[in-house]
């Protein structure tokens, strides 16, 4: 099984950005995905959450308004879009994928089975 993320870089404050997660060896419809984020010194957070069933879909709150979580099960992906990006956005974004339960809540690392390598996004003028 593997994630792969893709779509991170150095943007400007206020720039668009997004990223893929592209899964293989797993049914990525089969699973819930979740974003998370590490900046240096920092937990990682969740950011964005989309289910397996409705799509339904959570977000940070700092993330509100701005970001959109997504996902197209025929190419196997999940794709995060981020607005009007902050520099406090700035971190190592993780897509992770999870089966099930996730009780815990989504925010939750743990619940998580799969984890992608990851993508640095910076936003920085």
């Known amino acids: 099984v593997k994630l792969v993320e893709s779509g991170g870089g150095l943007v400007q404050p206020g720039s668009s950005l997004s990223l893929s997660c592209e899964a293989s060896?797993?049914?990525?419809?089969?699973?819930?995905i979740g974003w998370f984020r590490q900046a240096p010194g920092k937990e990682r957070e969740g950011v964005s959450f989309?289910?397996?069933?409705?799509?339904?879909?959570y977000y940070l709150d700092s993330g509100k308004g701005r970001f959109t979580v997504s996902r197209d099960n025929a190419k196997n992906t999940a794709y995060l879009q981020m607005n009007s990006l902050k520099p406090e956005d700035t971190a190592v974004y993780y897509c992770?994928?999870?089966?099930?339960?996730?009780?815990?809540?989504?925010?939750?690392?743990?619940?998580?089975?799969?984890w992608g390598q990851g993508t640095q996004v910076t936003v920085s003028s």
């Open positions: 992770a994928a999870t089966i099930g339960p996730y009780s815990t809540g989504w925010y939750d690392p743990s619940v998580y089975d799969y």
């Open positions: 060896g797993l049914i990525l419809s089969y699973y819930a």
């Open positions: 989309i289910n397996n069933s409705d799509d339904t879909t």
